[in-house]
């Protein structure tokens, strides 16, 4: 294997106001290697990517990209510099072909005359798309009908058309299923036995020690250990990245279920769900598993009013006593919350600052006669602030400019804050850091204790198994089977989920 160094970072340093987001960070990253980048929300990982790539300047230091230094002052001369990045969100136009999204802004021109050569691009988007095994890609295809998996593979070979040595995957794995996730590692490797060098960032540790050579981790802002992922364990890696031994990962305590508060009865939506019935207790943690497109989150967003339609029928009820929920004033009126799984579109308003995100959802609570008392708001943000440990600088921070998993405890907060009884938390812990995890099952499991009800929709096998009391396993729109807490294995969800 290569051991060429291709990027040699020395003593990088930059600060926003309030917060010291990279302190004389140094570390190496050899060719053809895949180099994990890991550490907390808020170690510093988006910055130092940002820095790479052209998007923020450092305040102190320097970086050489093989032997020779750079200093790129926006994301352009960092990708003719042979540096790309496969952001989390998709940066493709959904309206576009797959080739024109690969040659966007650079199309492929005739040498006389400034007309597209569409054959010549088409030709060169499918050699592309074959040579990472992307045959199952047709290159005119509109983009916005591939699956993220798929639009992943497009986004590499958008960078792989800009001749990249080093390709930045920014939480990759974030939205897709095992069988995705199994055709991206063979990109991946692929890419690496071409002497292409992949820096990956992603909090689930189980992928670091399959996919990566080496890893470097950061804390609070500052390298912490950098080199081969060999000789590392799964706990000594948590321990390097949160400076602490986390002696339980999932600290679910039993908790008696008591009165029944939920009551779902015969919910049906025509193409969307079928008959789907269950309940929840006072005190439970009801977990909701299944494969993407099962109806999981459908059957959660009917609930909370956030997709009613006239085809819907069925009947819920809170505490014995039918509701009627057509919108999600309705459903915050009976105490009922949703975390959703697309936190940046429906679950933040990202022009507004932290207090006033945590603040919404109890505004009437922190009013008198129409107008906010600031005191209470920031009472509450405070408050919010310092339980789930959200790192920024303070309350009036642009909720925008925290980091994803921040972001998220943003959303739980808000919620939390309402007092809520039913708390509907859709995929709560992607993109968060096993620290901010062990955090938030924390807080799960005292909302428990208060006798309030959650339900759980997760991806993450061992999260399901590890915080629920019960599980209900989607497929096809659906309930396709039920596990008891002393049922409950990775192994009978997946039978359920697809047989």
């Known amino acids: 294997m290569d051991n060429t160094i291709i990027l040699d970072i020395h003593n990088v340093s930059k600060r926003f106001p309030g917060v010291q987001a990279l302190d004389d960070v140094s570390f190496e990253i050899c060719r053809g290697r895949i180099h994990a980048l890991v550490g907390e929300n808020g170690a510093g990982k988006s910055t130092l990517i940002k820095i790479i790539s052209g998007a923020e300047r450092m305040d102190s230091g320097y970086f050489s990209i093989n032997g020779e230094k750079a200093s790129f002052t926006k994301p352009l001369e960092a990708i003719n510099a042979g540096i790309s990045v496969v952001h989390q969100e998709m940066r493709l136009v959904p309206q576009l072909s797959v080739a024109e999204n690969i040659f966007i802004g650079r199309p492929q021109t005739y040498k006389k005359v400034k007309l597209v050569a569409w054959k ?7 050699e592309l798309l074959d040579s990472i095994g992307a045959e199952s890609i047709d290159e005119r295809e509109i983009t916005g009908n591939l699956s993220i998996a798929e639009q992943q593979m497009v986004e590499i070979c958008k960078a792989l058309s800009y001749n990249a040595k080093i390709i930045i995957m920014d939480e990759p794995s974030a939205s897709l299923t095992d069988r995705e996730l199994t055709m991206l590692f063979a990109i991946l490797r692929e890419l690496r036995q071409r002497g ?20 470097t981790v950061l804390r609070d802002g500052r390298m912490i250990h950098t080199g081969p992922v060999e000789g590392l364990t ?20 039993f908790v008696p279920a008591g009165k029944t508060l939920l009551e779902v ?30 109806g999981r989150t459908e059957t959660a967003r009917i609930i909370f009013g956030a997709d009613h339609s006239a085809r819907l029928s069925g009947d819920i009820l809170i505490r014995g006593e039918k509701v009627t929920i057509k919108s999600v004033q309705d459903a915050m009126r009976h105490g009922i919350a949703l975390i959703p799984e697309d936190r940046q579109r429906q679950g933040l308003v990202l022009g507004m600052d932290v207090r006033g995100n945590i603040s919404m959802a109890s505004i009437d609570r922190i009013s008198r006669a129409g107008f906010l008392s600031r005191k209470k708001e920031n009472d509450l943000s405070e408050k919010s602030i310092r339980a789930l440990r959200i790192v920024t600088p303070s309350g009036r921070h642009p909720v925008k400019n925290l980091s994803g998993g921040n972001q998220q405890k943003v959303v739980i907060a808000k919620w939390l804050a309402a007092n809520s009884d039913i708390l509907i938390m859709d995929e709560p812990t992607r993109g ?52 008891q807490r002393t049922e409950v294995t990775q192994e009978r969800i997946l039978n359920y989920a697809i047989k």
Not at 120 to 126: P, S
Not at 236 to 249: F, Y
Request: glycine share 10%; proline share 2%; net charge negative.
């Open 120 to 126: 010549r691009m088409y030709r060169e988007a499918r």
């Open 196 to 215: 292409i060098t992949v820096i990956y960032i992603s909090h689930r540790l189980e992928e670091i020690f399959e996919i990566a050579n080496d890893v």
């Open 234 to 253: 799964r706990e000594s890696l948590i321990s390097l990245m949160v400076g602490r031994t986390l002696d339980n990962e999932y600290p679910k305590e």
């Open 265 to 294: 009865r015969n919910l049906n939506m025509p193409g969307v769900i079928r008959d789907v019935s269950f309940d929840l207790k006072e005190g439970e943690i009801l977990g909701i598993a299944g494969l993407v497109g099962s």
């Open 432 to 483: 968060i850091d096993v620290g901010a995890k062990a955090e938030i099952y924390k807080l799960m499991t005292d909302f428990a204790k208060e006798g309030k009800g959650i339900i759980i929709i997760s991806s993450e096998m061992p999260e399901i198994v590890g915080m629920c009391d019960r599980v209900l396993v989607f497929r096809d729109g659906m309930i396709g089977g039920e596990l």
